[in-house]
């Protein structure tokens, strides 16, 4: 997958209710969850320094983070995905892999990378995760849990999503069950627009969504995320 665009906004209860009533005319929601709206989990990667911590802080224009995600807290399939941002731009790339394989990578458990795949998968990303789980010492340090309602468009491949209730927590081996906590990121009444499409963005979709009267933001939930807990997570050297 090439490179896409991907723009950020915060919003309120009332402004969401306005843009999806006009997207709601134009777009397709998405095929999954029950009419576009489905529920998000990710653990996310990082080291013993917060290296990924400090890349977001710093913007660095080049930077990858490693997550394990799951829709609607299903056992499979586990989405392993190496997100990297270069010149402003994303691309995400995704292997599905099997619960007891996530469960073991969440474990720390290294031999699940290399081992020989019986169902003749391209594992090259789960390699690359058990490379650097190695070598960096990379482990599962956050769970981020939030509502996406998404919508389509094919003309410029566009994807808009209002992510809502977005929660963290350091149980990251609770990608399934409850977490012991769960810390709001946002204040109540405020959600996550994004806006994702390859090249251009159609007029309509523009003028739909009003772009010009939202606040933009470079917003990461894995960082926002991360701040109320961050101190134990790296304070200790997990």
């Given at each position: 997958m090439d490179y896409?665009?991907?723009?950020?906004?915060?919003?309120?209860?009332?402004?969401w209710a306005v843009i999806e009533?006009?997207?709601?005319?134009?777009?397709?929601?998405?095929?999954?969850?029950?009419?576009?709206?489905?529920?998000?989990?990710?653990?996310?990667f990082d080291d013993m320094m917060g290296t990924c911590l400090a890349e977001n802080e710093a913007g660095l224009d080049h930077r990858e983070k490693f997550r394990l995600r799951v829709y609607d807290a299903q056992d499979a399939p586990v989405h392993l995905e190496r997100k990297t941002?270069?010149?402003?731009?994303?691309?995400?790339?995704?292997?599905?892999?099997?619960?007891?394989?996530?469960?073991?990578?969440?474990?720390?458990?290294t031999g699940v990378c290399f081992a020989a795949d019986p169902d003749g998968r391209d594992t090259f990303l789960l390699k690359k995760l058990g490379a650097q789980m190695l070598t960096r010492r990379l482990q599962p340090v956050i769970l981020i849990e939030y509502e996406r309602r998404a919508y389509t468009y094919p003309a410029g491949n566009v994807r808009i999503t209002c992510d809502s209730n977005i929660g963290s927590s350091a149980d990251v081996a609770a990608?399934?069950?409850r977490p012991r906590e769960m810390v709001p990121v946002l204040p109540p009444g405020q959600h996550i627009l994004e806006?994702?499409?390859?090249?251009?963005?159609?007029?309509?979709?523009?003028?739909?969504?009003?772009?010009?009267?939202?606040?933009?933001?470079?917003?990461?939930?894995?960082?926002?995320?991360?701040?109320?807990?961050?101190?134990r997570l790296f304070a200790v050297g997990y």
């Open positions: 896409r665009i991907e723009d950020k906004y915060i919003v309120t209860d009332r402004q009533c006009g997207l709601r005319e134009i777009c397709c929601p998405d095929a999954h969850g029950h009419d576009g709206l489905y529920q998000v989990r990710s653990v996310y941002r270069y010149r402003g731009r994303t691309k995400k790339e995704a292997l599905s892999l099997r619960r007891d394989e996530a469960e073991r990578l969440i474990a720390g458990d990608l399934w069950g806006i994702k499409y390859d090249e251009l963005l159609p007029d309509y979709i523009r003028r739909t969504v009003d772009i010009e009267r939202l606040r933009r933001t470079s917003f990461s939930k894995f960082y926002y995320g991360s701040q109320p807990v961050n101190e």
